[in-house]
T-cell receptor, first 117, second 112 residues
């Protein structure tokens, strides 16, 4: 069975540009969450989507946005890129929403490494 | 605000020795608690989780953790370290606001 997949694997952008990262959840999972992991730090929660609705949001600026499609895949968009946006962006899927144990176990993808020059 | 504190950014143990990785959380309400492991250039893998019920939680690869409400702790242990346990370990908390918080991580080195 395929796990969580993310594309692209690596990405290089320049300041001010826009980027779109993609995530496909495990088949049957309806929830997708996004995290930013800066080198040497723990992942920081950005968004959670469940059944195409935003269910949770971390402390990130409005430059960060996301959406979930009818097939439960998701996109993370970041506008006006800054050098500080360079990080590993992780996507995680779960069968249900975060607050509904035991369906909230998250399975992580390998991440997209974004470098902003 | 919710926070997770992992004491010790680097821990070294000898192969076969006890592994103890510390995690404390701040919350007025017992949250959901998790431990994840991250191997180099890989995503995060769930080791174990506490939601409700028994406070001693057993996970994969011989790891276990005990939820202690009075100490607001959720320390991770393994009786005997193996070389393959060398990795980065993250404690995480989910609060009632559907937000997920990770600690800063503890890098475990296993010395042969």
């Amino acid at each position: 069975d395929a796990g969580v997949t993310q594309s692209p694997t690596h990405l290089i952008k320049t300041r001010g540009q826009h980027v779109t990262l993609r995530c496909s959840p495990i088949s049957g999972h309806k929830s997708v969450s996004w995290y930013q992991q800066v080198l040497g730090q723990g992942p920081q929660f950005i968004f959670q989507y469940y059944e195409k609705e935003e269910r949770g949001r971390g402390n990130f600026p409005d430059r960060f946005s996301a959406r979930q499609f009818p097939n439960y895949s998701s996109e993370l968009n970041v506008n006006a890129l800054l050098l500080g946006d360079s990080a590993l962006y992780l996507c995680a899927s779960s069968p249900g929403p975060m607050d509904r144990a035991p369906y909230n176990e998250q399975f992580f993808g390998p991440g997209t490494r974004l470098t902003v020059l | 605000a919710q926070s997770v504190t992992q004491l010790g950014s680097h821990v070294s143990v000898s192969e076969g020795a006890l592994v103890l990785l510390r995690c404390n959380y701040s919350s007025s309400v017992p949250p959901y608690l998790f431990w994840y492991v991250q191997y180099p250039n890989q995503g995060l893998q769930l080791l174990l989780k506490y939601t409700t019920g028994a406070t001693l939680v057993k996970g994969i690869n011989g790891f276990e953790a005990e939820f202690k409400k009075s100490e607001t702790s959720f320390h991770l242990t393994k009786p005997s370290a193996h070389m393959s346990d060398a990795a980065e370990y993250f404690c995480a908390v989910m609060n009632t606001g559907n937000q997920f918080y990770f600690g800063t991580g503890t890098s475990l080195t296993v010395i042969p």
